[in-house]
């Protein structure tokens, strides 16, 4: 159990990061669609919006979550129960919700600097790449 | 077959894209489209090859992506 102190440090966070082998594990579960929960890495880790969680785990009911986080916490439970997927299939439809509004705000946008920068976002967003130029 | 090597995409071909997308000539839907594809980590023919994603597509050369085309415009390559 975390700790109020540890938990709002998470949550502090822009992202989570999953490890390679995490990623591999839920990928084998829940399918290919797992690599839309994030930005995956060189070394197949993957940093997931904090924010895209926290909305996601709103989304789905107390119930739910708790189911989900037991079928995530334990590879021998088969996924008859869809809580796990759910799960994953919440955090992506926040993280699509999130990529739409960035294009809404960058194409309603009038000042050319604040218009390139929120551009970067959507790049870093889309590619998964921070292009330093 | 390769995979995009998306750290390759010129910056020129972006600026392409992020002028489409601001004047509404590249959808909202489609951009989405794009980012479900690049995360599925596609595998693409070493020659030439193009992707549709409706109001534009996307072209490149093995693991290069070259540039993004209008909807209308000539892809050559093989279509994935």
Known sequence: MLTFKQFV???????????AAEVAEMTARFGK????????????????????????????????LTEAAEILNNEQIVSMLQSGES?????????????????????DERDAGKSHEQWKQIEKEVFGVDYND | ??????????????????????????????????TYWVKTKPEVPDGEWCKDF???????????????????????GEQI
């Open chain 2, 1 to 34: 077959m390769p995979y995009i090597d998306w750290k390759r995409l010129p910056r020129a071909v972006r600026t392409h894209l992020e002028d489409r997308l601001k004047d509404r000539s590249i959808s909202e839907d489609d951009m989405i489209r794009l």
């Open chain 1, 87 to 107: 799960l994953v299939e919440k955090v992506i439809e926040a993280r699509e919700q999130k990529l739409r509004e960035a294009i809404r705000t960058f194409q």
């Open chain 1, 33 to 64: 669609k797992v690599l839309q929960m994030g930005h995956t890495g060189e070394d197949g880790s993957m940093l997931v919006p904090v924010d895209c969680i926290v909305e996601a785990a709103r989304s789905l009911g107390t119930r739910t």
């Open chain 2, 54 to 76: 409706g109001s534009f597509k996307l072209a490149g050369a093995g693991a290069i992506p070259k540039t993004f085309l209008l909807k209308g415009q000539p892809c050559k």
């Open chain 1, 9 to 19: 440090t998470e949550l502090a966070r822009e992202d989570v990061s999953l490890s």
